[in-house]
């Protein structure tokens, strides 16, 4: 498995996503790939941790109507664990645009505009890291055996 790396990526089912019920074909998407889900909470996110979140998007046209957005709502924030598993998740996402992703993707298969596309996952590893320290304490990251380092890689 050449550059195959063992990740952790930040993965979160939108407020638009939680009201569809959605949030159980997220993780059952995750899960039946092979993935590790390893914290998980629902949370009505502050103001701030958004502000935080989204720092990258600061000044653009759609930062103040993204964190309208987020803030509507709860989310459901994961920490999901395995082999490349931020460019594998981005994929297993879509595109940012849900009219331009694939079908079979979550938001080809949910979305139709890009301010309501259901799911965020971070785009490198960096970014991942950076996303669990943020919404995620270290005592709410589980560590536990999981068939796929057995039966999947
Ligand atoms: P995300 O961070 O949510 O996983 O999405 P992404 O990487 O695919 O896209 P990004 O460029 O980071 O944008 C963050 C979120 O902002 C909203 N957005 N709206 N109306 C617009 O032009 C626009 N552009 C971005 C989307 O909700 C996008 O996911
Ligand atoms: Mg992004």
Same mark, same amino acid.
């Given at each position: 498995m050449a550059n195959a790396k063992n990740e952790r990526t930040f993965i979160m089912v939108k407020p638009d996503g939680v009201q569809r019920g959605v949030v159980g074909d997220v993780l059952h998407r995750f899960e039946r790939r092979g993935y590790k889900l390893v914290a998980l909470k629902m949370i009505q996110a502050p103001k701030v941790l958004l502000e935080s979140h989204y720092? #990258?998007?600061?000044?653009?046209?759609f930062y103040e109507p993204l964190l309208t957005y987020i803030g509507s709502g709860p989310v459901v924030a994961m920490v999901w664990e395995g082999l490349n598993i931020v460019s594998v998740g981005r994929k297993m996402l879509g595109a940012t645009d849900p009219a331009k992703? #694939?079908?079979?993707?979550i938001r080809g298969d949910y979305g139709i505009v890009t301010g309501r596309n259901i799911v965020h996952g971070s785009d490198s590893e960096t970014s991942a890291q950076r996303e669990i320290d943020l919404w995620f304490r270290p005592d709410e990251i589980n560590q536990w055996p999981h068939t796929a380092e057995k039966w999947i890689y």
């Amino acid at each position: 498995m050449a550059n195959a790396k063992n990740e952790r990526t930040f993965i979160m089912v939108k407020p638009d996503g939680v009201q569809r019920g959605v949030v159980g074909d997220v993780l059952h998407r995750f899960e039946r790939r092979g993935y590790k889900l390893v914290a998980l909470k629902m949370i009505q996110a502050p103001k701030v941790l958004l502000e935080s979140h989204y720092a #990258e998007h600061k000044g653009k046209k759609f930062y103040e109507p993204l964190l309208t957005y987020i803030g509507s709502g709860p989310v459901v924030a994961m920490v999901w664990e395995g082999l490349n598993i931020v460019s594998v998740g981005r994929k297993m996402l879509g595109a940012t645009d849900p009219a331009k992703s #694939e079908p079979g993707t979550i938001r080809g298969d949910y979305g139709i505009v890009t301010g309501r596309n259901i799911v965020h996952g971070s785009d490198s590893e960096t970014s991942a890291q950076r996303e669990i320290d943020l919404w995620f304490r270290p005592d709410e990251i589980n560590q536990w055996p999981h068939t796929a380092e057995k039966w999947i890689y």
